[in-house]
Nanobody, 121 residues
Framework: QVQLVESGGGLVQAGGSLRLSCAAS????????MGWFRQAPGKEREFVAAINWSGTSYLDSVKGRFTISRDNAKNMVYLQMNSLEPEDTAVYYCAADRRGTTWRADRVDYWGQGTQVTVSS
């Protein structure tokens, strides 16, 4: 069992930045690949970013703007979001996966409750 709690969401103007944080409760945090998904109103949950033992992966539309990182000593994963656009508005979910190879919403092992990110135009 792994519990994930997101924080750092909020309202920001287009072009601004936010840093999302995800705190994990398990003692085996370093054994999991970590990722972020998002779900906009009326849309399906989509992959945003992930970090595993091979490196990082990003949704094409956020490459160069978003950066995922982790601090295993603190059991934390972060998503730095710069140059935010209204299209980035969504609930952002932290995810943990034992394999970290296939980042599909229906295959993720553990989910956080989500944090709302709203980008105004």
């Amino acid at each position: 069992q792994v519990q994930l709690v997101e924080s750092g969401g909020g309202l920001v103007q287009a072009g601004g930045s936010l840093r999302l944080s995800c705190a994990a409760s398990g003692r085996t945090f370093s054994s999991y690949a970590m990722g972020w998904f998002r779900q906009a109103p009326g849309k399906e949950r989509e992959f945003v970013a992930a970090i595993n033992w091979s490196g990082t992966s990003y949704l094409d539309s956020v490459k160069g703007r978003f950066t995922i990182s982790r601090d295993n000593a603190k059991n934390m994963v972060y998503l730095q979001m710069n140059s935010l656009e209204p299209e980035d508005t969504a609930v952002y979910y932290c995810a943990a996966d034992r394999r970290g190879t296939t980042w599909r919403a229906d295959r993720v092992d553990y989910w956080g409750q989500g944090t709302q990110v709203t980008v105004s135009s």
